[in-house]
C-alpha cells in the first residue's frame, strides 16, 4: 500500500523550483524529485529527507527529474545520510541524471551514498 504527500514547489516563474512528492513502498519512504536542487531550494529538500522520531527509517531518493544540485544539495545528502545511519536507517540514490551523477562523482558522494542507477534497484532489499 503507498501514501502521498506533495510539497509546495517553489512559486510558479521562479527559475529555481524543486517539488518533492513523498511515497512509502514496503516501509522505504520515497522522496520522488523534479527540479533544482540549490541553496533557494535548499529547506524543502531538507524538510522532506527529516526521518526523525521514525524508527530504523529507510529512504530512497528518486532523482530523476532532477536538473541541477549545487554544493548545498551535497551538503544536505551527506547531512542526511549521517542521520538516517545514526538511526539506524539508510539512504539511496536512484535514477540520477547525467549532469546529477557527475555532480555526485566529483565530490566522492557516490562512494559514502548508495547510489543506485533506477528505482527498483534502489527499492530492492
Not at 511515497?23 to 522505504?28: F, L, R, S, V
Not at 535548499?42 to 529507510?58: K, M, N, V
Not at 548545498?72 to 536507517?89: K, P, Q, V, Y
Request: net charge negative; proline share 4%; with cysteine.
Amino acid at each position: 500500500m503507498s501514501e502521498a504527500e506533495m510539497t509546495d514547489p517553489e512559486p510558479a516563474g521562479q527559475a529555481d523550483y524543486l517539488s518533492v512528492v513523498t511515497t512509502t513502498t514496503d516501509n522505504i519512504r520515497v522522496l520522488t524529485l523534479s527540479g533544482e536542487i540549490d541553496h533557494h531550494t535548499g529547506d524543502t529538500f531538507r524538510r522532506a529527507l527529516d526521518a526523525s522520531g521514525t524508527p530504523c527509517p529507510h529512504v530512497v531518493v528518486d532523482m530523476r527529474q532532477v536538473t541541477f544540485m549545487d554544493s548545498s544539495g551535497i551538503n544536505i545528502l551527506i547531512a542526511a545520510h549521517r542521520a538516517l545511519s545514526e538511526a539506524g536507517g539508510w539512504l539511496r540514490l536512484a535514477a540520477a541524471g547525467e549532469a546529477v551523477t557527475r555532480t555526485l562523482s566529483i565530490v566522492g558522494v557516490d562512494a559514502v551514498i548508495d547510489c543506485r542507477a533506477t528505482l527498483p534497484q534502489a527499492l530492492a532489499h
